[in-house]
């Protein structure tokens, strides 16, 4: 799986859209687009995916470059409850089976 | 569905003895993973399988560490003999091979050895 390069931590004023960018500058044809987040103490959650078409759920939105060497995950109303760290992991499609390669990720902190 | 359930959550055990980490992971899911993660290293895989049958196993540290998934239903990751280098937040997680994309993982086993 190609290698990806995440800032360390990130603020953000509760209310704001946070933006959380990604470098995955070697990423292969065949590779989507994963982030996860882990809250204190719990187990990663999955939040969205993609291979070179934006995506939005409900709970966030990835925007990919044209060339795909990077992306960004946008919380578009961060609260409190957004504080975790954020993974950006890049894996072949049909991966599902496979297992994934977490990174250092950034730490996103939501201020009042 | 009530996810992928682990037992125990908190582990405290001696040096030198045998531990086992259980995992039922989320019906009719046929991929199962077990991740370590500690301050140091992060989140580590340590295992998957497929439809029960271990794939790779190249992420467990040493012979001490094996896990076994004898059905569709159940996992274990057993410890023997356990050193205190092994105290971390041990993780599973559970997904479709075909249908799904996205891992569902446990809440996590904290284990310390002491």
């Known amino acids: 799986d190609a290698k990806t390069t995440q800032p360390p931590s990130m603020d953000c004023a509760e209310g704001r859209a946070a933006n959380l960018p990604c470098n995955h500058s070697?990423?292969?044809?065949?590779?989507?687009v994963y982030w996860y987040r882990q809250i204190h103490s719990q187990g990663p959650q999955y939040i969205i995916h993609?291979?070179?078409n934006n995506e939005t759920n409900e709970m966030a939105s990835l925007i990919i470059t044209e060339d795909r060497k990077s992306s960004t995950l946008i919380l578009p109303h961060a609260t409190l409850r957004d504080t975790a760290v954020y993974y950006c992991?890049?894996?072949?499609?049909?991966?599902?089976?496979?297992?994934?390669?977490f990174g250092k990720g950034t730490h996103l902190i939501i201020q009042p | 569905d009530a996810g992928v359930i682990q037992s125990p959550r908190h582990e405290v055990t001696e040096m030198g003895q045998e531990v086992t980490l259980r995992c039922k992971p989320i019906?009719?899911?046929?991929?199962l993973f077990w991740y370590r993660q500690t301050m140091m290293r992060g989140l580590e895989l340590l295992i998957y399988?497929?439809?029960?049958?271990?794939?790779?196993d190249s992420g467990m540290p040493e012979d001490r560490f094996s896990a076994k998934m004898p059905n569709a239903s159940f996992s274990t990751l057993k410890i023997q003999p356990s050193e205190p280098r092994d105290s971390a937040v041990y993780f599973c997680?559970?997904?479709?091979?075909?249908?799904?994309?996205?891992?569902?993982f446990g809440q996590g086993t904290r284990l310390t050895v002491v």
């Open positions: 997680a559970s997904s479709h091979r075909v249908k799904g994309t996205e891992a569902f």
């Open positions: 019906s009719g899911h046929n991929s």
């Open positions: 399988f497929n439809n029960n049958v271990p794939i790779d």
């Open positions: 992991i890049v894996r072949v499609v049909g991966g599902g089976a496979d297992g994934l390669t």
């Open positions: 070697t990423i292969s044809g065949n590779e989507y």
């Open positions: 993609g291979l070179k």
